[in-house]
Nanobody, 122 residues
Framework: VQLQASGGGLVQAGDSVTLSCSAS????????MGWFRQPPGKEREFVAA????????QLTDSVRDRFSISRDNIKNAVYLQMISLQPEDTAVYYC????????????????WGQGTLVTVSS
């Protein structure tokens, strides 16, 4: 299984960025997908999750009004759309594939991408 995240970079506060994650080696449409992030010097934290059939979406409170998650089960890809980025959003962002059709807990994700760094300058 391979998950390849892309789209990170250096942006200004207030900018928008869309992260992409391409998946291979798994039956993508059967797995819930998630995005996690790890700010500098901090623990990895949950950002967003979407169920295998897209019917269930969950975002952490701090990003609920600014981020959205979507997926394309034909392209085997999941996306994280981020608007109004703030310096506190600076982190390495990881996409992950869940063991089942939907998951929130870090421990329920079996497969992880390599991460893409988003740096938001003020």
């Amino acid at each position: 299984v391979q998950l390849q995240a892309s789209g990170g970079g250096l942006v200004q506060a207030g900018d928008s960025v869309t992260l992409s994650c391409s998946a291979s080696g798994l039956t993508f449409s059967s797995h819930g997908m998630g995005w996690f992030r790890q700010p500098p010097g901090k623990e990895r934290e949950f950002v967003a999750a979407i169920s295998a059939d897209t019917s269930v979406i969950q975002l952490t409170d701090s990003v609920r009004d600014r981020f959205s998650i979507s997926r394309d089960n034909i392209k085997n890809a999941v996306y994280l759309q981020m608007i109004s980025l703030q310096p506190e959003d600076t982190a390495v962002y990881y996409c992950a594939a869940a063991r089942g059709s939907f998951a929130l807990a870090y421990t329920s994700y079996d497969y992880w991408g390599q991460g893409t760094l988003v740096t938001v300058s003020s």
